[in-house]
């Protein structure tokens, strides 16, 4: 997610639980698109939930495939759906005790 700031572009960025996978690093805010549900309803239920602002539009960044090796020898395959969030409503907070953050660039 970002906010256009002047000249500066914020991203924010919260830390994934320590109990979650992956957890303790950081991430854009998001989850698993549940069945029966679209990317684009996945991601304005993932920020709801977790960082509490409405989605008004967002655009397609990039997608991701990705393999993590897991501590049992077996592979987690992931594919990120990775969406600029530009236009939303509320003030972006961490809703689930993540830590959260801000990176300007
Ligand atoms: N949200 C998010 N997930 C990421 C990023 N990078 C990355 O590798 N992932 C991985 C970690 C997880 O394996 C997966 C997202 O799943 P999740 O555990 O956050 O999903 P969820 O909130 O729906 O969780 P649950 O239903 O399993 O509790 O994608 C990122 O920047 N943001």
Request: charged share 30%; with cysteine.
């Amino acid at each position: 997610m970002s906010t256009d700031d002047q000249e500066l572009t914020q991203y924010f960025l919260t830390k994934r639980l320590m109990n979650a996978h992956q957890g303790g690093k950081w991430e854009f805010p998001g989850g698993k698109v549940e069945k029966d549900e679209s990317v684009a309803q996945a991601l304005a239920r993932e920020l709801k939930e977790e960082v509490n602002i409405d989605v008004l539009t967002c655009l397609p960044l990039t997608t991701i495939k990705h393999i993590y090796v897991e501590k049992n020898g077996e592979d987690k395959n992931v594919c990120l759906d990775v969406f600029i969030v530009d236009n939303f409503i509320g003030e972006p907070s961490a809703q689930e005790g993540q830590e959260e953050g801000l990176v300007f660039s």
